[in-house]
């Protein structure tokens, strides 16, 4: 079998990148996306300026915080919820996962025998408390000659 070696002072071809994931963009492609994302961070910030303007402006000494709130809600643009990509999800679900289990503080095994012998005193406990409960209402109905 014949296996193709890397030449390592090969320099990343558009193939090599793609089969990455990752699409490979210019200088200018990249300072342009950059570019476009400043200007709607400094769009939101004017529109939201706006909204506070018009509500400081529209304030009045008689008006409810009730109304007040009404009005500023009915002023606020609801963003449109994106669609959800189901593969890129199920990829991400296994990577998720295994964060979240190495945040868990998992406990030490002298803790966790401790802990078993707690609870297994006490169900212990409870059913001999449940079995002189049963019998002492057995042998009151058996007086009362109910049963």
Do not use: C, H
Request: charged share 40%.
């Amino acid at each position: 079998m014949i296996v193709k070696e890397k030449d390592p002072n090969k320099k990343a071809t558009q193939d090599d990148s793609v089969l990455k994931g990752k699409p490979k963009l210019s200088k200018a492609e990249k300072a342009k996306a950059k570019f476009d994302k400043i200007e709607a961070k400094r769009e939101k910030k004017e529109k939201q300026k706006e909204i506070y303007k018009d509500l400081k402006d529209g304030y009045k000494e008689f008006e409810s915080k009730d109304s007040r709130t009404k009005r500023a809600k009915a002023a606020r643009v609801k963003k449109i919820k994106d669609k959800i990509d189901y593969k890129m999800a199920l990829r991400e679900f296994p990577i998720r996962l295994i964060k979240e289990v190495q945040k868990v503080r998992w406990p030490k095994q002298k803790d966790l025998g401790s802990k078993l012998a707690w609870v297994i005193g006490f169900m212990l406990s409870l059913a001999i408390l449940f079995y002189f409960v049963d019998w002492g209402i057995q042998a009151l109905f058996g007086v009362a000659k109910i049963i």
